[in-house]
């Protein structure tokens, strides 16, 4: 059972995917966006991956308001219909959940929600910068 504040299983609209379902997109040249702060993205991050942050103010909850918080849809690809994986810190990191969430209200189509994030990356070894 998740904890309170933890972000749910699933995201209606958005493929959850693993670790290794994300390494494979990678190497296929899916965009992946690291959703969190700048310094966290800088000190460390899954190869290849882009940051665009997520500056969340709203309620951990998946009733959140977005427009309360700020994400900058422009640095997306104007391809609606590209695939894009996002990822924060897993569990009780709700950034990637709640990019994803806008990407999908904005209209993008394959939206993929890696919900183990950077720890699980970390976990099995897989390359970071």
Not at 12 to 36: F, M, N, W, Y
Not at 78 to 84: L, T, V
Not at 102 to 129: C, L, M, S, T
Request: a positive charge.
């Amino acid at each position: 059972m998740l904890a309170a504040d933890e972000a749910p299983a699933t995201l209606p609209g958005a493929t959850s995917i693993t670790a290794e379902q994300v390494k494979q997109l990678l190497e296929k040249g899916t965009l992946v966006v690291d959703t969190r702060v700048a310094n966290e993205y800088a000190e460390s991050h899954i190869k290849g991956a882009v940051n665009i942050p997520y500056k969340e103010k709203s309620a951990k909850s998946v009733k959140f308001d977005m427009t309360q918080d700020s994400f900058d849809l422009h640095k997306l690809p104007g391809d609606k219909m590209r695939p894009i994986v996002f990822y924060c810190n897993s569990g009780e990191c709700w950034k990637s959940y709640k990019a994803s969430a806008v990407a999908i209200k904005a209209g993008y189509r394959q939206v993929y929600w890696f919900r183990g994030g950077y720890p699980e990356w970390k976990a099995k070894d897989y390359p970071i910068n």
